[in-house]
């Protein structure tokens, strides 16, 4: 089955070498954080600004989805293996949820 | 030669199936008896989409049957194992295509006929210079238990029985003013809901011939559950010829209020203005805000099919009516909001309420 | 492998979450709730956006009048910095740190405790200085309802992490509480996820109008 | 034995399934339980017709009659329906996958005690001062009108109940993805493990939506909010939407599975394997997909205009073609195979024409103009019960007699089997096909009497007698239950004798450990590969080793029960009754008092050693 652990058979070997990946993971997460907060400050800047209503909302909305993306796929790992049934799981909620919310934002109207 | 034999086939094939729905219902109720371009239109989907349907019908029936009698187990080959088939392209790709060409046939018709109906575009036409305008519009406001037709270019309202022209379209505005109700001719045409939250609009027209054959009166339903009388909330629809309603509405537009000469009218309605006034009206041109008009607009009432829209329309049924409205309509709003009444009283009323007419005044 | 076991830095398995049939299963589990949960997020945002502004009368709030920038500015960092002290606490956690681990929890619950009392600061704010309650008008109803439901997450998450650090503290890491830790991780950063939305959906795009 | 001894083993098998996680046991609660809930959805569907046999008839009042249609509904879709499925897909996939349990037995168990709980809430409506009157659709004008606590009953029953579901739910996600035994890869698994993994996906997407608009209706009701409220800027379409974007997909969830009931008895009792087997698991998918895109075809006459009409309409049709396929791949199956017309194979094959006949009628009505006539009209009433009846209802029996033997180890007589097959089947037709035509004819539904002189008396008459069939029906079915289990004559492994599955190749009923040693799966329809080879047996994956199993727990039911008692306190709350709020809490507390005993205490379940197992030297399990 796709998601058993690897390499747990031969352990000591494998010790520097994943502490090293650790870290190593550590710094895109402190990387992708940054990005978040500084997407964020963008987000209230945008507002704060008073631009046009039509340049800002779907800036700001765009900015929230990467964010998002962000989170999945670095700060909960979808991005690493092992995720398969998550993502299809999670991408399909998104899917049901895009409809949903386009629909009340569409056909109701009154 | 092959080829016009199908066609023909197909075409007995609708007669026999039309012939054997249209067999179907009364004519002033069916939606197999359309009595109107909406009614007809939907009718003719209905046919399309049950021919389409008989045939698939009959296509898994021809096979189904041979399966299951030509391979059941029969003595002897308890121990005979089948050939194990896995598929078949060809034949999934058989019956995925002429499926979706099936699909087709009958989305194309569907898509049409949808926009069609809700083409209310001279609904909105600017009104002309006296704030009439040309399309023929009718305000529906549904209440529990009870209907309100209000024309809002002329200023007349009735209650209970919708009056309207025939060959001509009649636009509704429809509405609700305490739980959602549904507006339903079937004769005449689908339903459309009478929201709480929003004016719903859509047109109908009824055809002067059929019309004729139904008695000139069709039969509408509430068709959304409503609470305890759903069942009851029952309404009519007269029709007339197109002079015959410009005559109706000159004639409510200048009614002029009943004036009863026959003693126990005069008594019941002094009766009625102490009672019962606080909520129905009974002159056609009720001018109270909507949230006044409580309670069927009695006007015409002499003039009624029914009473209430499910009793026939005679004394004693008036009488039982008034004397406890719950036993015929439970949870109506009338039961309990005006004071006992004995006998004579009954009479008065009843005779009064008899003698509200606008036609034959 | 057994939930059991004794480990040390050398022996610990990569991904402790997912090292036994209990964790994989868990870890599997938690994420398809997780995509439900996204559904259901949903339908309080479709609703939100359906009722926005929608008042009884004209002189109730609107979203333009009620939301103050700077105070959604503090929460919303609040809550992405704990995300990240959470993402440091699960790197402990690979790494059989016990402590450190634990160590980071704490100031992701601390985060997440600053959060809420912002939110119920400004929940206050809103009834008692402009009368925008949860029965006032279907907008009120909708707001609270959504940011509610959001709010009664990160309690539920920061009650379920103080319980686990509390239960675990004499134990040290094992195969049989990694996963959980792990979980309540994943949950937190849902709780973020669904803030992001929230401030930009909500807040921002209420100021906009 | 002595009597003392006999009520002592009777307590304790009480609480052995008050207690148990055993997805085998938790099956037959969902049966038993489901059971009732059918035959109380049945009496109430009985009186409907009573009332309606004749015109102007008084036999129920208005206001009762609202409240039994509603209850038949709420009660026959969440109640009867769902569970049973549900007690099959405990009882058989696990079975089927070769796993030894599911994912989360404790979970599992809490999911039983919630629908349980839920469900008798919510009945308990009919004792407490009325039941739901608004139709299993509760619609928030009409649901914030209905006076008295009945849709508070329908509410917060269906809160509870609803949370139940979408735990099984992920439960059987979980187990179907992570459990599956050596070589059971996804493109070798039975049909009904398929169909399982689908509805259980879309009971994780659909239930949400339910669960939001419910909690905005309870908090409505009960507290105050104006979601649904014209007058406070509220809309009363968004409850439409919400319900409908869960309903739809509900009626997959329901359908899915009978599907997968159907292809295991089509296959077994033609002796063929499935025909197109791929793509009958794409068709799953797919219609499983589709189904989240059509809820609008509920409201075409709502006023959503025609775009969205148009929109509906064609996806609404588009479902037609994946059903297509699976009706085709079925009449192949039994094409060129050696049928044996048991009683499950009866039910198969009526279902054929009655689902198609039920599916093509939901095809007439995504006709979007064409509906404007049918809806809220008999014939809807008539679609619904055709697809739900002819389908699902006759996978629960089916899948009764079929599944019997591996849930009790016993045989349900064939000769009853067939008066009630034959009772049923008219009967059902009887009643619902005329309902078509009254539909036509312009009866709408859900009313409480009918006028006469409408030209409605007929049909009907006739639809109240069919009624009566299936009612004679059911209740042989009930004898059939009481003689066989009082018989009780044992049964083998594989009783219908062409079993291609691996439930088949254990004990009936499977020990509590399911496999002693997991099997090795060669390819699709495992143990019918074997047999083909001539073995009687399996190919074990694994020597004989400790089985790890989960201990009993009382706590899901305990948290249920918590909830239970909260939602009266809900409820009350708003007569302004001083106990309500402590009530309310006190429950609130016994739930989340129990989930975090449940989180601070370790369980890490027992072990059967491998010694105990090499000592039973029966049939059961694998041998190697
Ligand atoms: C198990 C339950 C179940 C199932 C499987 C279905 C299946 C379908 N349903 Fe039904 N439906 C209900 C349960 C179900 N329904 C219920 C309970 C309601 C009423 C709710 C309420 O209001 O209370 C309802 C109401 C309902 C409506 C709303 C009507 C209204 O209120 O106005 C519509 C409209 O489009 C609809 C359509 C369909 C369609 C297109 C399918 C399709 O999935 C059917 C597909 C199957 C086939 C078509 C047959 C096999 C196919 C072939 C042999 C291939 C060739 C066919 C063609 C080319 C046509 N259904
Ligand atoms: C799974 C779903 C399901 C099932 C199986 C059924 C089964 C039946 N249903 Fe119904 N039905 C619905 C789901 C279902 N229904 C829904 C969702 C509605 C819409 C509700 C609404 O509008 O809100 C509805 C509505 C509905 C109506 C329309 C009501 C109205 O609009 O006014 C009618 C009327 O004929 C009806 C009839 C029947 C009948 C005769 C059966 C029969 O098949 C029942 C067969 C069962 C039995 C015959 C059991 C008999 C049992 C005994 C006799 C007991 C013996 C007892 C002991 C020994 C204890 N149902
Ligand atoms: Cu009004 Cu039903
Ligand atoms: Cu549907």
């Known amino acids: ?110 | 030669m092959k080829d016009r034999l199908t066609k023909w086939r197909l075409l007995s094939v609708f007669a026999v199936l039309a012939l054997a729905l249209s067999g179907c219902g009364e004519p002033f109720l069916s939606t197999l008896k359309p009595a109107g371009d909406v009614a007809k239109q939907q009718y003719n989907l209905m046919i399309l989409s049950t021919v389409i349907m008989v045939t698939v019908i009959a296509v898994v029936t021809v096979i189904f049957v041979l399966a299951i009698t030509r391979f059941r187990r029969k003595k002897g080959d308890e121990n005979k194992i089948p050939k194990q088939v896995e598929g078949s392209h060809l034949l999934e790709i058989i019956w995925t295509v002429i499926p979706i060409i099936l699909l087709l046939i009958l989305a194309v018709p569907t898509v049409t006929a949808t926009f069609d109906q809700a083409n209310v575009k001279d609904m909105d036409k600017k009104p002309k210079k006296d704030g009439t305008r040309d399309a023929l519009v009718v305000n529906v406001r549904a209440n529990l238990y009870w209907w309100e037709f209000e024309y809002p270019d002329y200023k007349v309202m009735t209650s209970q029985e919708l009056v309207v022209p025939t060959d001509q379209k009649v636009y509704f505005n429809l509405k609700a003013s305490d739980v959602k109700h549904s507006f339903w001719i079937p004769a005449a045409g689908g339903k459309m809901d009478t929201n709480t939250d929003n004016v719903n609009k859509f047109w109908l027209k009824f055809d002067s011939d059929k019309s004729e054959e139904a008695g000139n009166l069709f039969y509408g339903k509430c068709a959304e559950l409503c609470g305890p009388s759903h069942a009851l909330m029952d309404f009519k629809v007269e029709t007339k010829s197109q002079d015959d309603f410009k005559q109706w509405i000159s004639t409510m537009q200048s009614a002029k209020p009943a004036a009863p000469t026959d003693t126990a009218a005069v008594e019941g309605q002094k009766l009625f203005e102490q009672n019962c006034l606080s909520c129905h009206a009974t002159s056609p041109d009720d001018s109270r805000p909507e949230q006044a008009r409580l309670a069927p607009n009695l006007a015409t009432f002499g003039e009624r099919s029914r009473i209430a829209g499910i009793l026939d329309h005679n004394e004693e049924e008036l009488k039982n009516w008034i004397r406890d409205p719950e036993k015929y309509k439970p949870g109506n709003k009338m039961t309990g909001t005006y004071k006992q009444l004995n006998e004579q009283e009954l009479d008065q009323l009843a005779a009064y309420l008899m003698s509200l007419k606008v036609e034959e005044q | 492998m057994q939930a059991e076991e004794k480990f040390t830095p050398q022996t610990w398995p990569e991904s402790p979450e997912k090292a036994t049939l209990e964790g994989k299963n868990k870890f599997l589990g938690f994420w398809l709730f997780l995509g439900g949960e996204t559904v259901l997020f949903a339908s309080l945002f479709a609703t939100y956006i359906a009722l926005k502004d929608k008042v009884p009368s004209p002189d109730h709030m609107l979203a333009k009048d009620l939301f103050e920038l700077p105070l959604v500015f503090v929460m919303t960092m609040l809550l992405l910095t704990s995300s990240l002290t959470s993402v440091y606490s699960m790197y402990h956690m690979k790494n059989y740190n016990f402590k450190k681990m634990q160590l980071w929890m704490l100031i992701t619950v601390i985060l997440g405790l600053g959060f809420l009392a912002c939110e119920f600061y400004e929940f206050h704010h809103y009834y008692t200085e402009y009368n925008h309650t949860f029965t006032s008008s279907a907008f009120g109803s909708a707001f609270y309802t959504l940011t509610g439901f959001h709010g009664a997450h990160v309690i539920f998450g920061l009650v379920w992490m103080i319980l686990l650090m509390v239960r675990n503290a004499g134990r040290g890491l094992s195969l049989y509480n990694a996963p959980k830790f792990y979980l309540a991780s994943l949950y937190w950063h849902f709780i973020d996820v669904v803030w992001v939305f929230i401030f930009t959906v909500v807040y921002l795009m209420g100021m906009v109008g | 034995m002595s009597t003392i001894a006999q009520k002592r083993g009777f307590a304790s098998t009480v609480w052995d399934y008050l207690t148990t996680v055993d997805h085998k046991k938790i099956a037959i609660l969902y049966l038993i339980a489901g059971g009732i809930f059918f035959l109380m959805g049945g009496v109430e569907a009985m009186m409907i017709r009573a009332q309606l046999a004749v015109p102007n008839n008084d036999f129920v009042s208005a206001g009762l009659f609202n409240e039994l249609l509603t209850m038949h509904g709420t009660t026959m879709i969440f109640l009867a329906a769902m569970p049973l499925l549900l007690a099959f897909m405990n009882a058989i996939m696990p079975l089927q996958i070769g796993a030894r349990d599911v994912a989360f037995p404790f979970v599992n168990a809490l999911g039983f005690w919630l629908f349980f709980f839920g469900g008798l809430f919510l009945n308990l409506s009919w004792f407490l001062g009325g039941a739901p009157d608004a139709g299993w659709t509760s619609y928030a004008s009409l649901s914030l009108a209905s006076e008295g606590h009945g849709i508070d009953f329908y509410a917060l029953g269906l809160q509870i109940s609803g949370f139940g579901t979408l735990m099984g739910g992920i439960n059987f996600l979980v187990t179907i993805i992570n459990m599956r035994a050596p070589g059971m890869t996804y493109m070798r698994m039975p049909l009904f493990t398929w169909t399982t993994f689908v509805a259980s996906a879309l009971i994780l997407f659909a239930f949400p939506p339910l669960t939001a608009s419910i909690f905005m209706l309870t908090f409505d009701r009960m507290f105050g909010a104006n979601f649904f409220n014209v007058a406070a800027g509220g809309n009363t379409i968004i409850w439409e939407h919400f319900f409908w974007i869960f309903g739809h997909p509900e009626v997959y969830i329901l359908i899915l599975p009978a599907f997968g009931i159907f292809s295991e008895i089509f296959s077994t009792f033609s002796r063929k394997r499935l025909f197109g087997y791929s793509s009958m698991v794409f068709a799953t998918v797919l219609i499983g997909f589709l189904g989240f895109m059509v809820w609008a075809h509920h409201m075409f006459t709502v006023g959503l205009g025609p775009v969205a009409n148009a929109i509906f309409a064609v996806a609404t049709m588009a479902i037609a073609v994946p059903t297509g396929i699976k009706i085709f791949n079925w009449l192949l199956t039994i094409w060129g195979g050696s049928i044996k017309f048991t009683v499950p194979m009866l039910y198969a094959v009526a279902f054929i024409p009655s689902f198609v006949a039920g599916g093509v009628t939901g095809v007439m009505q995504a006709v979007a103009p064409a509906d404007y006539q049918y809806h809220d009209s008999y014939f809807i009433v008539a679609h619904f019960h055709y697809v739900i009846v002819g389908g699902v209802v006759f996978a629960l029996l089916a899948g009764t007699h079929f599944y019997w033997p591996k849930m009790f180890g016993t045989m349900l007589s064939e000769k009853i089997g067939k008066f009630t097959f034959v009772f049923f089947f008219i009967g059902f037709h009887l009643t619902f096909f005329v309902q078509h035509f009254l539909g036509l004819m312009g009866m709408p539904r859900r009313v409480w009497t009918f006028l006469p002189g409408q030209g409605l008396d007929t049909g009907n008459l006739v639809s109240s007698i069919g009624a009566a069939f299936m009612a004679v029906g059911v209740i042989s079915l009930l004898i059939n239950v009481v003689i066989t289990s009082v018989k009780n004559e044992r049964v083998g492994n594989d009783p219908w004798e062409d079993g291609r599955t691996l439930e088949w190749a254990i004990s009936s009923p499977a020990p509590f450990y399911n496999f002693k040693q997991l099997p090795l799966v060669r390819g699709l329809d495992a143990y019918w590969l074997e047999k083909m080879e001539g073995k009687t047996t399996l190919t074990p994956a694994e020597p004989i080793g400790d089985i790890h199993m989960p201990n009993s727990s009382f706590v899901p039911f305990v948290i249920s029960l918590g909830l239970f008692i909260a939602a009266f306190g809900a409820m009350y709350h708003v007569d302004d009754k001083a106990w309500a709020l402590p009530v309310l809490i006190g429950g609130l507390v016994i739930t989340f008092g129990a989930m975090i005993y449940r989180s601070l205490k370790d369980d890490h379940g027992f072990h059967i050693h491998k010694e105990e197992l090499m000592e039973e030297n029966d049939d059961k399990g694998v041998k190697a």
């Open chain 1, 1 to 110: 089955m796709v998601n058993n652990q690897s390499n747990s058979n031969n352990p000591r070997l494998n010790y520097d070498y994943r502490r090293k990946k650790n870290a190593e993971g550590m710094r895109i997460q402190v990387a992708t954080f940054t990005l978040m907060i500084f997407f964020t400050v963008v987000s209230f800047v945008a507002v704060a600004a008073d631009f046009s209503k039509w340049f800002v909302v779907p800036f700001i909305l765009l900015l929230a989805v990467v964010q998002v993306g962000f989170q999945l796929y670095y700060f909960m790992h979808m991005s690493e293996k092992g995720h398969e049934a998550p993502s299809l799981f999670m991408w399909s909620g998104v899917t049901i949820a895009f409809v949903t919310v386009l629909a009340f934002m569409t056909i109701i109207w009154w």
